[in-house]
């Protein structure tokens, strides 16, 4: 055979091996497509905005508004009252003060609480709250007898039953300075009676358009009687501050 005719056979069968082997290997790749199973990958969706409540991830769970458990709580709030003043005295079996009083309403609930409300001869005052505890104040500057009403509901609509207290801001006059000598602790029967006679001689003098002149001289008998006789030291400042508003010294 011919030297070119030898070439060219080989030539001719390797271009035909590689193209056996260039079938080959399309097959390889094709069968097993055509065999697998039709998988579909899943997809994560993304987490909600806003993060978790459990371990610093800052969102907050929103409020429900469908479908909510109903509430448990059927606890009303209890709320309890304190009046303060700088001068306070009894008058006809209620407490008076002057020149004015601050009322302080303190509520607590086993749960939320949403609002105290003072209800003050018809004025309604309403303080929004929330907790398990709250205190809320205000000052009472109207002279007059006041009716208070005051009660607390927690954020499950609980009501408390309200409650009611009667309270005065008048400025004091002598009937009351001599009510509280006839009421005080004095073991003396001349001492009170002393006492008692220079209120009245204030009295005439106020009727008679003079300067009720007989309180300086009790105040300094007052002053000296002071833990002495069964008349002690907070009856005698709420007698001689009496008679600083009266005479207005």
């Not at 390797?14 to 899943?42: E, M, S």
């Not at 009720?212 to 009687?225: M, R």
């Amino acid at each position: 055979m011919p030297l070119r005719e030898a070439r060219n056979m080989v030539s001719s069968r390797r271009k035909i091996g590689a193209g056996i082997l260039i079938v080959a290997g399309l097959v390889a790749l094709i069968i097993p497509f055509l065999f697998a199973p039709n998988v579909q990958h899943a997809t994560t969706p993304p987490p909600p905005p806003g993060g978790n409540n459990h371990g610093g991830g800052g969102g907050t769970t929103p409020p429900c508004t469908m479908n909510c458990a109903a509430s448990t709580d059927n606890e009303p709030p209890q709320t309890t009252i304190q009046l303060t003043g700088r001068l306070s005295w009894p008058r006809n079996d209620v407490h008076y003060y002057y020149p004015n009083f601050t009322i302080t309403l303190h509520a607590v609930d086993d749960e939320n609480l949403s609002s105290i409300i003072l209800n003050d001869t018809g004025y309604v005052s309403t303080f929004h709250v929330h907790g398990l505890a709250s205190t809320e104040q205000t000052t009472i500057t109207v002279n007059g007898l006041h009716k208070l009403s005051y009660y607390s509901i927690d954020q499950a609509g609980n009501k408390e039953t309200a409650h009611q207290s009667i309270v005065g801001l008048s400025k004091p006059d002598l009937s009351d300075l001599k009510n509280l000598i006839a009421n005080s602790g004095v073991d003396n029967a001349g001492i009170k009676n002393a006492l008692t006679v220079k209120v009245e001689t204030a009295q005439d003098q106020l009727a008679r358009n003079q300067p009720p002149n007989a309180l300086n001289a009790l105040a300094k008998q007052l002053a000296a009687l002071e833990e002495k006789h069964g008349l002690i030291h907070a009856q005698v400042d709420q007698m001689l501050m009496i008679i600083s508003a009266i005479t207005g010294k």
